[in-house]
């Protein structure tokens, strides 16, 4: 039988790890990146591996977001400025934050955690991939009752699905944690979690894929899918050239709506901006957090990587740009004011900002696109990307040569039935 000839379009987290899973199946993979890999989102991240946390739809949150409307120092932030495209995105967006969505969004996102988190295990140990792969969990701290109560609700919800998240008083948080200013309200622990440095898990997980016979293109751009009768064939490339191939894998992030436009597809993601600031630590006594932190109220990681400590996270609804706000940046570590104390901080080494794709109900893209056989989409994992990666190249790669995701049945904390990712398929919208 001939080796089959995939295609896969992005060079992120979520495309490398689909070509990664295929090429060790046996599979010929080209993936063909528009500049290089790992450039957009998926390398500036906060580093966590976050298993069993639930879809951005949470009951509430729309009007979370139109009190904070126009606060540039927000966790979440809309420009004060009148988007129709947006406004029938957040429309759809408020329908989905239900409970009852969350409960059923959970049902796929608890398991898919589970097994993701195995992946990364197997994946780091089997192809030595250097990248600061810690299985050590991390914390959410809160200052205030109210968002210690709040994340409660968090810890039942996970412990429904077999996670081990744990309630941690302010006091004992302080004792564990020096650097945190006094006057913590509490925090959760999440055990099953990991942190890594996600630059260099790109980088590393590139060289294994290469080395086991993927071929990168990168600074190649695709203008459209190839497609012949009712299936995909190929792509066209914005030179002119065409790339055939046996199967299209779309991964192409916040960058996906012209491809999917092209080839018939809905695909209603929307550009979530995020930024981070890279910190030298300046040692005062106390020294860095020995565990990556998120500080519960803010939104905001705090990952310490070797010699520098990664401050991470919000949100912005600004569009499809890569424009730096100064108050979003100042807004990460005024962040850090808040909850650290005694941790002597330089000036910045590097202040980014990238895009993470997000669906109206929370919950990744994730299947073969309707209507032309061969294409199969993987989009729209928000703030899961890194955390769903693995998984998600897995699942796809059986998708697309055994011709069901066959791991998906094989999750032990999904039941006998296994894992119905009907709740992903690209045409659910």
Known sequence: M?????????GGVIGLCTA??????????????????GSGASSGNAGAVAPGHGPMTRPGRIFQALKWMGDPTSPLYLPLKWNPSLWRWL???NSFCTEKHVQRSMEVLGPLGHLGRRLFDEMVEEEELSCGYKQEGYYDVFRTPEGFQGAQEEMHLQHRHGYDTRSVAGSELQELEPTLKMGTEGGLFFPEAATLDPGRFLTELARAASHRGLEIRTGIEVREVVGKGHRAVGVYLTNGDVVDGDAVVLATGAYSLSLAEAAGLDLPIEPAKGYHQDLPMVDQGIGQPSLTMMFGERYVFCTPMGDFLRLAGTLELSGLNHDIVPDRLHNLTGSARRYLAGLGVGESR??????????PDGLPILGPAPGLDGLFIANGHAMLGLTLGPVTGKLLAEWILEGRPNSAGQIPEAGAAGVDLSALRPDRF
């Open 2 to 10: 001939a080796e089959k000839r995939v295609l896969v379009v992005g």
């Open 20 to 37: 990664y899973y295929l090429v060790k199946a046996g599979a010929n993979v080209i993936l063909l990146e528009r500049d290089e890999i």
């Open 91 to 93: 429309i759809r967006f």
């Open 350 to 359: 590097d202040d980014w900002v990238g895009l993470r794709p997000v669906t």
